[in-house]
């Protein structure tokens, strides 16, 4: 799957598209545990904040604002993670492909 040009590595975005299904509780869970396996792996956690912010803008789109804000919430935690802990080469992976 190819994903605003770019080309997924995970499932991410169809695991947050089951989640959608099932609401907050379960993208929250998606979340927790997405976030607690992979964010020590630059090239995933890179993808899971893309995803993020796709949902987000989804949701927007959509008008589902309670849903809206909860990814939104979400990238929040995960990019200001990344931002916080990412140095040297996995820092600059980040923002070349965030950008």
């Known amino acids: 799957m190819i994903m605003f040009g770019y080309e997924c590595q995970t499932t991410f975005w169809q695991d947050f598209t089951i989640a959608d ?3 907050a509780d ?3 869970d998606t979340f927790n545990r997405a976030f607690e396996e992979w964010q020590s792996n630059t090239t995933y956690l890179t993808e899971l904040v893309m ?3 796709w949902k987000s803008w989804e949701h927007y789109e959509k008008k589902h604002e ?3 804000r909860l990814y939104q919430s979400l990238w929040e ?3 200001a993670w990344a931002w916080n ?4 080469d996995d820092l600059n992976y980040y923002m070349r492909t965030t950008d």
């Open 21 to 23: 299904k099932f609401g």
């Open 26 to 28: 379960a993208i929250r």
């Open 51 to 53: 995803v993020l912010n």
């Open 66 to 68: 309670a849903i809206f």
């Open 77 to 79: 935690k995960a990019d």
């Open 85 to 88: 802990n990412l140095k040297g």
